[in-house]
């Protein structure tokens, strides 16, 4: 191998090394509530992955009407599911959520034959 294809494939690695290393900012969205109920947690995966963080709502209950600001953690991935528990106990799952284009994301109710619904 000739010192131009060394040299280059140095600074590939250099720079492919350096981007991983660099830490990437949380994402913070805003999560409005308009599901006419209590929201007592907040959970969130990539895409199909099933690996859920921790409660993201910082407080108790976000009561309808009310939102609450979530970080996501830092990931290159756009597509997320997302994971809300009502005060009553019960879970909703919306699935396959673009979140790389929209710095908000509405909970909205639903009826027994739909799942649970997103508006940007």
């Known amino acids: ?11 590939i690695c250099f720079f492919v090394l350096t981007f991983l290393a660099i830490p990437q900012k949380a ?14 947690k907040i959970y969130v995966s990539l895409a199909g992955v099933g690996k ?3 409660n993201l709502l910082t407080r108790d209950k976000m009561l309808p009407g009310e939102s609450a600001f979530i970080d996501l953690p830092s990931s ?21 959520i673009r979140m790389c ?11 027994r034959e739909q799942r649970p619904g997103v508006t940007d």
């Open 1 to 11: 191998m000739n010192n131009k294809k060394r040299a280059l494939i140095g600074f």
């Open 27 to 40: 994402q913070s969205y805003e999560i409005i509530n308009e599901t006419g109920m209590n929201v007592s």
């Open 52 to 54: 859920w963080t921790n």
């Open 76 to 96: 290159q991935e756009c597509y997320y599911d997302v994971k809300y528990l009502s005060s009553d106990g019960k879970e909703y799952t919306l699935t396959h």
């Open 101 to 111: 284009d929209n710095a908000n994301l509405t909970f909205i109710p639903i009826k």
